[in-house]
Structure formats: C-alpha cells, structure tokens
C-alpha cells in the first residue's frame, strides 16, 4: 500500500479532534469524509479505517511510540508511523518519519503484547471491571474480539421488501454482495465493506443498519400486528423500526426518550422506513409515564449502558468511558426498571436489554428488580446473554419478563 499525503494529512487532523478535543469519532470522521469530494471509496475506507484503528490501539500504540497525552501532531505522526510500521506498510521519506525505529517497533510492540490491558489497549480499570464480571478466561477472549472490525449488517424492512429481493436489488444496482445469517431472519450481511447509505435502497427505506445481536432483541419481546407496546427507551428508534415491521404497521408503539433530538431522528427514519403506527413521546417529567401505568401489551426498556457489548462500533468509548458514569449508570437502570415496568399490563411482558457484556448491568439488574416490591408481579421467563468471542456479533444482553394477571 502507498501512502497518500492528504489522506494522511486528513487522519492526523481526525485523531486531533477526537483525542484532544473530546470529540466522538464517529462524527468526526462523518466530517472528515465530506472534506474532498474527489476522493473514491478506497480513499474514504482509508481515512475512516485508518481513524478508527489509531483511535482503537491509542495506549499500545502511544507506549510503543512512548509518546504521551495530550498529542500534538508530533505525537500523532510517531502513533501513525506504529500503525503504518505494524500494518508492513513501507513508509515514505516525509519529514515525518524521519528517523522512525522500525525494529524497535515490532520488538516493543511483542515485548508490550505479553500484557493483555495493553495488548488490547484498554485502560486499567476496564481491564480489572472485566476479569471481576466475567472471569480471567472469558475476558480474555471477549475484549480480544471487542478489538475486530465488525461487520456491517442489514436488518431488512419487510414492510417494504423481502430478504430475496433486497439482496438482488443490492447486487444488480450497486455491486453489493450480501450473505443470509442463519438464525437472524431478517438480516443479510455484507461480504465485503461498503457505504450503503448512498445506495437507492437505503433512500427508499428498504433496509437499516442493525448488528445481528440488536436485531435479536425486537424478536425476543414477542410483538404481534395490533398491540400497544412502549419503547421507553427508544433513542433514534432501531428497535422501535424492527418491531414496526414485525408488527405489519398495525397496532401502536409509543416511542420514549429523554432526549427530544434523538425522537427527530426517528421520526426521519420511520418516514423512510413506512411506518405509520409509532407516536412520540418525550420524557420530561413522570407524567407521560404514570399515564400509561398498567395500559401496555409489551414494554421495551433498551436501557442506557456502559456499551462494554459494541467496542467494536464504537471503539472511542474505551477512553470517552469512566468507572463513576459505569455507576452512574447502574442506578439509571434500575430506576427504569422500577419506573417503567409499571407500564406493563397485568399478563404483558417486558423486555430489559442492554448493549453491555457486565453481568452488573444485566442479569444482576433484573435479580434485583425480581426481588424488589415493583418487581413481584413478574417473572423471568428467559434470558439471552451474547458474547461478542462466541457469537461473532456484539455483545447483547436480554431479559424477558411477564407480569402475572
Ligand atoms: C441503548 S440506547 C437506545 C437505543 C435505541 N433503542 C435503538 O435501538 O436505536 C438508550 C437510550 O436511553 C435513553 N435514556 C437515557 N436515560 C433514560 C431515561 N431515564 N428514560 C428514558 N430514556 C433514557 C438515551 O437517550 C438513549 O437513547
């Protein structure tokens, strides 16, 4: 692979950002890739991967570059010239490699792999919260495979379209192939990686994004044309969407959330996706909650998390994440629990899931809720809890629970 100078250039002003500035990665890099229309997909697979990798390996590559926060471009020329150097990428005579140790590289880089929280780049305490919830050996895996670059994975919208012809229409019109995954009915993936929200398809709503994992969790609240189900947590909405579907557009969901910017999004996306039957609710006191107590078929809560299941997507979150928001959190979640079980009717069933790995966000949660006075009308009915290592998608966590009449 050559090295191009204002690709390169476009990835040490990402890294600024997103390391200096507390930027997110992900918009940053939406930004970067608006930066030069003339460049080609290659080019942008480039900058975005090249990005999220320097972003991924920030605490190897900064020990084996023995550079320290904050960066200056200094700093970010000698991480790149470790990723470049590790990846077997010759590197080019510009000022900014000069004298670059390539030996010294590869031999610090085996020297330092012997330590996992820096073979994996992770900070101490992440490393000490994983052996604790999950043990030495499965930790040991589990954040291995938190490190690879996920697939991108469709959830298609049958409202719209079936599985067959999305994957025809795929092929023919924009040279994508995509695989069916046994088990995810509604999911195709993507053989090789590809921008597929420029594609017809996308624009006209016949598929979304979703992780394999994430598109268990609709699936698993068990919803049916006509219900009136509550996403209390609904965000931008990709549960609420899949259950739309499932539910043929007939019924009603109400979708929540705290933040009025997240419902826009959705109400964009349920536009394109044809979904007709979700009315949005903002949570700005407890009124819109107390006012649908005992009223709900099914009630999703997709609570708030440390997100330790998608590293993969979002591998900033190691250094954005801190020990107090991990405990923050875990009273959030238990007071949505609390709060918006209340919604379900009596013979209606909830489902609590998170995009977490840590058993303290999950199945310790709802031991908890079960034991608790709102939590004595219901019962566990089962539960699901994915591991990126052993499933190969993200980390998912899934509770379900039914209230007795
Ligand atoms: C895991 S995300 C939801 C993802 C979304 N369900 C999806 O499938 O795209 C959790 C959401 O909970 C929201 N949230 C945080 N605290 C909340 C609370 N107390 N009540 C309701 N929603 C809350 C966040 O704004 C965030 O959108």
Not at 148 to 173: F, G, H, P, Y
Request: hydrophobic letters at 40%; charged letters at 30%.
């Amino acid at each position: 692979m050559r090295l191009h100078r204002n690709l390169c250039f476009a990835v040490i002003d990402g890294l600024t950002k997103i390391f200096n500035e507390e930027e997110y990665a992900d918009k940053v890099i939406q930004q970067l890739l608006k930066h030069d229309k003339r460049w080609g997909s290659r080019d942008r697979a480039f900058v975005a991967e090249t990005t999220y990798d320097i972003v991924r390996w920030k605490r190897l590559y900064a020990e084996i570059a023995e550079v320290k926060e904050p960066f200056d471009r200094d700093n970010l020329w000698r991480m790149f010239a470790v990723w470049a150097t590790l990846k077997g990428i010759k590197l080019p005579d510009w000022k900014y490699f000069e004298n670059t140790p390539t030996r010294k590289i590869k031999g610090r880089f085996d020297e330092l792999s012997k330590i996992r929280k820096l073979r994996e780049s992770i900070p101490d305490w992440m490393d000490e919260v994983g052996v604790s919830e999950l043990g030495e050996a499965k930790w040991t895996k589990e954040i291995a495979m938190q490190n690879e670059q996920a697939d991108v994975i469709l959830r298609v919208n049958t409202l719209k379209i079936s599985k067959d012809k999305l994957q025809n229409i795929l092929s023919d019109e924009s040279n994508i192939e995509t695989e069916f995954i046994k088990g995810y009915p509604s999911a195709l993936k993507l053989t090789e990686r590809a921008n597929v929200f420029v594609t017809d398809a996308f624009k006209k709503g016949y598929f979304e994004v979703q992780d394999a994992s994430s598109q268990l969790v609709a699936e698993f609240l068990d919803v049916t044309p006509g219900m009136k189900v509550v996403d209390t947590c609904a965000g931008a909405g990709g549960k609420t969407l899949h259950m739309a579907s499932l539910m043929e557009n007939k019924g009603q969901i109400v979708a929540m959330d705290i933040y009025e910017s997240k419902l826009k999004k959705l109400k964009i996306r349920a536009r394109r996706n044809g979904v007709h039957n979700v009315d949005l609710k903002v949570i700005d006191s407890t009124k819109p909650i107390k006012k649908l107590y005992n009223k709900a078929d099914r009630v999703l809560i997709d609570a708030p998390c440390s997100g330790l299941g998608v590293l993969r997507r979002n591998p900033d979150a190691k250094w954005k994440l801190e020990p107090e928001f991990l405990d923050r959190i875990r009273g959030v979640q238990q007071d949505v629990l609390q709060q918006y079980s209340r919604m379900v009717k009596p013979n209606g069933k909830l489902v609590y899931a998170t995009c977490s790995v840590l058993p303290s966000e999950n199945q310790n949660q709802v031991e908890s809720f079960l034991k608790s006075e709102a939590g004595a009308n219901f019962e566990l009915v089962k539960d699901k809890k994915i591991l990126a290592h052993e499933k190969g998608f993200d980390g998912f966590y899934m509770a379900l629970l039914e209230r007795k009449a």
